[in-house]
């Protein structure tokens, strides 16, 4: 495969306003639900901003941040320009200056989201045609549902009960991405759960102690911003297990940068999922309870993973 730029390069941190969802806290929230366009695993749905649009956004639980828009956008609007954010890669060692833009209204499913700090930034070619990205904490006060299934986003009250961790799993969100536990040949490994990456892929480390049933062998080249790395990819000769749900002998890649594993949209797509940022829960639904994973297909975007140590401005990680 020839080589490809991971979203690595793209490494956001920035500081993150709080968003205001179109509901007073203490009254009933009724449900709001839009399309969701799913291209290559991956979902999308429109937007408006400041009133305009609707325009084509990418919906990223691997951006732990609240929106993401291109200069192009950012242009088009005459956003005022709200400070500056830091970008950095995983490894700590890449770092540039991004600007912020503010958005007054940004309306999602028919939720206005009020006061929003925007990093303005090229968005990987991966996403396509698209003017922006929407974050995984910009849903914080809703029970947020991605529909792969029935091509669905769903902004809804409510929280969700914990079921024994069957379908009903805990996360963390340290850097405010989902991060959920895969077992995988009896052990556990840690998960960004990201709609904007690519395949499941598994750290270095961790997939030195696992059998293949094929390979793994090179399967691409990769960068972030201040390191380049190889990519890759084989077939286990074990399962992997998400609570209830079982992924038989998957295809996974293997990344040597990175310290997480990721859960991204190809596993992704198997499933209703639903999260509350309010009990740190997320639910998955689907009609399969084992369910085959092939390889990731191309073009492959790596997303990026939280530091482990950040510095002043939280690390967003861009799927």
Known sequence: MTSVLSSA???????????????????????????????????????????????RFIIDT?????????????????????????????????????????????????????????VEHMLPSGDGDCQGMLGFTLFRDFLFTLDYVNGRLTLAGGELQPDGERAVLPFRMPDGVPIARLIIAGRAVDAQIDSGGAGLSLPQNFAAGLKFADGPTIFAKAQSLSTRFVVKAGKLATDVRLGEFTFAEPWVEINAAFPLANFGSCPMQHFIISFDQQNLLMRFEGPHKRITLGVTPAPLRLANQPTQKPGELALVPVG
Request: aromatic share 4%.
């Open 9 to 55: 390069a793209m490494c956001m941190a920035f500081v993150v306003g709080a968003a205001a969802g179109a509901q007073e806290s203490g009254l009933p929230t009724p449900v709001h639900t839009a399309v969701m366009e799913v291209i290559h695993g991956k979902p999308y749905v429109m937007v408006r901003v400041n009133g305009k649009g609707p325009f």
């Open 62 to 118: 691997g951006t732990g941040g609240d929106a993401i828009v291109t200069t192009e956008l950012a242009m088009q609007l005459d956003l005022p320009v709200a400070g500056e954010a830091r970008l950095n890669d995983p490894t700590g060692r890449g770092g540039q200056a991004a600007r912020l833009r503010r958005i007054d209204t940004l309306q999602v499913a028919g939720v206005d989201f009020h006061g929003i700090k925007a």
